[in-house]
T-cell receptor
Framework: ETGVTQTPRHLVMGMTNKKSLKCEQH?????MYWYKQSAKKPLELMFV???????ENNSVPSRFSPECPNSSHLFLHLHTLQPEDSALYLC?????????????FGQGTRLTVV | GENVEQHPSTLSVQEGDSAVIKCTYS??????FPWYKQELGKRPQLIID?????GEKKDQRIAVTLNKTAKHFSLHITETQPEDSAVYFC?????????????FGTGTQLKVEL
């Protein structure tokens, strides 16, 4: 499989549940990102991992916890979420090199918190 | 931090006409300006990008212009077709060792009518 793949595609969870979103990139990139896409709002950058080191945490609540075990995999661990956290969560990857490269997005995980 | 504004939020054109979407950014250090197309239920896909050392870039029916002094950049689509109907997002970032941290505009819903 090529590109950036995310699982699951859809997730419904209760506010007391713990779940994880998974992202895998097959592009040989060394930077990975989590974005949140809510209705009527721009895509919001949540976390950035560059060379497996977290370089950005955009004031995201601690109920979202990222993990990047290697340059190909990225997780977003979720616990005690709120209904307003319902959104499309997009993973992206890019190459950190001379000048950098475009960001490629996965299909996203549609999360509904009930 | 960076702030990107995008106009219009919706745009309806007749097939064959041109469409123009405009964005402004606030951080003069931004040096990379991509445009993404997102069809319903699909991932954002890069359609064209421009770096700050270039004023204009064209790829078939799509062109992007950049005015660094005014901090404006625009997407131009000529000879629009029904398959151009989608949401278009502009973004800005500073490419570097910390990855490609994109700040997105709020999106433009383009509808191409027959």
């Amino acid at each position: 499989e090529t590109g950036v793949t995310q699982t699951p595609r859809h997730l419904v969870m209760g506010m007391t549940n713990k779940k994880s979103l998974k992202c895998e990139q097959h592009l040989g990139h060394n930077a990975m990102y989590w974005y949140k896409q809510s209705a009527k709002k721009p895509l919001e950058l949540m976390f950035v991992y560059s060379l497996e080191e977290r370089v950005e945490n955009n004031s995201v609540p601690s109920r979202f916890s990222p993990e990047c075990p290697n340059s190909s995999h990225l997780f977003l661990h979720l616990h005690t979420l709120q209904p307003e956290d319902s959104a499309l969560y997009l993973c992206a990857s890019s190459q950190v090199a001379q000048g950098g490269t475009e960001a490629f997005f996965g299909q996203g995980t549609r999360l509904t918190v009930v | 931090g960076e702030n990107v504004e995008q106009h219009p939020s919706t745009l309806s054109v007749q097939e064959g006409d041109s469409a123009v979407i405009k964005c402004t950014y606030s951080d003069s250090a931004s040096n990379y300006f991509p445009w993404y197309k997102q069809e319903l239920g699909k991932r954002p896909q890069l359609i064209i990008d421009i770096r700050s050392n270039v004023g204009e870039k064209k790829d078939q029916r799509i062109a992007v212009t950049l005015n660094k002094t005014a901090k404006h950049f625009s997407l131009h689509i000529t000879e629009t077709q029904p398959e151009d109907s989608a949401v278009y997002f502009c973004a800005a970032s500073i490419l570097g060792g910390g990855g490609n941290k994109l700040t997105f505009g709020t999106g433009t819903q383009l509808k191409v009518e027959l």
